[in-house]
């Protein structure tokens, strides 16, 4: 299970545990409540806002899922919440006086998200970056996140305010940045990258969205925004390449039509596979 523990962020330090250190790296990550359970927390984060995080997020999820695991996704992009929508539901989520019931895709993926919440789901979120903040923090201290196997976190865009209390607050297993091709520039990366380096969270690898298209004639895959640089950024930077994405239609048509999971493609099978072993060894490492 996830514990609100992590090592002090302060590199140069020396003391061999935080208690009344001076340094102060007093723990910001929140408790969740106590009939929840998850064995590993994954952020999909990008550099800025739309190159498919949440399409990344919900492949990611549906894998997992299809392995067998039983997987919760937090959209904490509390004002771009595409998840509920591509999955198709379009309940308010229910509750009592101490937790809130996430709702259940199709496939039997748990979400969290603030249009569950809105009587509207076209209400736009018009507050201010300390409410958004604590709003996802109670989506984890506050929604019932029964036994879960894997739950991922469908990022705010950017490195602002909000990404950064999810950071601090919720203690996670390790970091999956999305880029496109257009952006794929190693600043836009990097920023991600170190913001995850500064939390001490594990960058778990990159994956390049929306990175070609294939003819669908010739089957010839053509790189519309030019040759890929995702391998020299990811070995600039250090990091692995978990998969590339093309711009694929027929699962833009599936998330429009809230039937994301019923997707065929298998571009980030590998990745997933990849990620399961990694994240499974470490769960078995700690036992
Ligand atoms: N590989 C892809 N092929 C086809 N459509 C895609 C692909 N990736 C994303 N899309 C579509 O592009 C739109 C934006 O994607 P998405 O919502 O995942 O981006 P985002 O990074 O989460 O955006 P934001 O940060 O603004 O919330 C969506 O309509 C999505 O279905």
């Keep these: 299970m996830s514990e609100n523990t992590r090592s002090c962020s302060d590199s140069s330090c020396t003391a061999s545990s935080c208690e009344g250190c001076d340094k102060n790296p007093k723990s910001l990550l929140e408790e969740f409540n106590s009939d929840s359970s998850v064995k590993k927390v994954i952020g999909v984060v990008s550099g800025k806002g739309g190159v498919g995080k949440s399409f990344v997020t919900a492949m990611l999820a549906v894998l997992m899922r299809r392995k067998g695991y039983r997987v919760g996704i937090l959209d904490a992009d509390i004002t771009g919440p595409s998840i509920p929508k591509m999955f198709g539901?379009?309940?308010?989520?229910?509750?009592?006086?101490?937790?809130?019931?996430?709702?259940?895709?199709?496939?039997?993926?748990?979400?969290?998200?603030?249009?569950l919440l809105l009587e509207n789901e076209e209400d736009p979120v018009l507050w201010r970056g300390p409410i958004l903040g604590n709003v996802v923090k109670q989506f984890w201290t506050d929604v019932l996140w029964e036994d879960l196997d894997y739950m991922f976190i469908d990022m705010p865009p950017g490195t602002g305010d909000v990404?950064?209390?999810?950071?601090?607050?919720?203690?996670?297993?390790?970091?999956?940045?999305?880029?496109?091709?257009?952006?794929?520039?190693?600043?836009?990366?990097?920023?991600?990258?170190?913001?995850?380096?500064?939390?001490?969270?594990?960058?778990l690898g990159l994956v390049e969205n929306m990175s070609y298209v294939k003819c669908p004639d010739c089957g010839k895959e053509i790189n519309i925004f030019g040759e890929s640089k995702l391998s020299s950024v990811a070995k600039e930077i250090g990091i692995d390449v978990l998969g590339r994405i093309p711009i694929d239609p027929d699962i833009a048509k599936l998330a429009d039509r809230g039937l994301f999971g019923r997707f065929k493609a298998k571009y980030l099978t590998e990745a997933a596979d990849e990620m399961d072993a990694r994240m499974m060894n470490e769960e078995a490492a700690v036992k």
């Design 89 to 115: 539901i379009n309940k308010v989520a229910g509750g009592t006086e101490h937790v809130i019931f996430p709702e259940e895709t199709d496939e039997g993926i748990k979400v969290m998200s603030v249009n």
């Design 163 to 203: 990404p950064l209390t999810v950071f601090q607050s919720i203690p996670l297993d390790g970091i999956v940045i999305v880029s496109s091709p257009q952006d794929l520039v190693s600043m836009i990366v990097k920023k991600a990258y170190n913001m995850a380096k500064m939390m001490n969270i594990p960058v």
